[in-house]
């Protein structure tokens, strides 16, 4: 019987490999590739819900900075790789479309501060929710231990990820 993960040629999606046959680097980069590939799929289907408000490239913007706002223009280079005219622009953009607003910073009117409008704010809260959703039913037939297992090796990856600076290799 043909497991459910293999396709019509016997080969394993992403790697054309069984997984016990991966090594260690190689299965990390399966992990990445394939949570990549899942989360393009829900944020290109959920994108289709606003097709008509706001453009494709823009919406995935916003789902990146979504958990950094409030936050200024240079959080946001960082966080997309635009530059500071492309951020700029983006900004402009999503004012206009009533999804991000702008404002002093206390203290510093120079530094100006972006963040959702409660509109923007209650469809991101809509999108997460269904993002929850899509994710458990992946894991919807794991014991107790093996989500026990998960959420630790989720927690690790994080802390490694978040401990380094964008800018090393």
């Not at 990445?32 to 490239?57: G, S, T």
């Not at 894991?139 to 927690?155: P, Q």
Request: proline content about 4%; aromatic content about 6%.
């Amino acid at each position: 019987m043909k497991k459910k993960s293999e396709n019509n040629n016997g080969q394993v999606p992403l790697t054309g490999k069984p997984e016990h046959l991966l090594g260690r680097v190689e299965v990390f980069k399966k992990m990445c590739r394939m949570l990549e590939v899942k989360r393009k799929r829900f944020i290109e289907n959920d994108w289709q819900h606003y097709a008509k408000l706001i453009p494709r490239q823009q919406f995935l913007h916003l789902m990146m900075v979504r958990h950094s706002l409030p936050c200024n223009l240079a959080k946001i280079m960082q966080i997309t790789g635009m530059t500071s005219a492309g951020a700029s622009i983006f900004v402009d953009k999503m004012v206009k479309r009533g999804a991000l607003e702008r404002r002093e910073a206390p203290g510093d009117r120079r530094n100006i501060i972006i963040s959702f409008t409660p509109r923007a704010e209650k469809i991101t809260e809509r999108i997460d929710a269904r993002l929850n959703q899509y994710i458990f039913q992946f894991f919807a037939d794991c014991s107790e231990e093996e989500l026990a297992t998960l959420e630790a090796a989720s927690r690790l990856v994080c802390r490694v990820l978040d401990s380094r600076g964008d800018s090393e290799g």
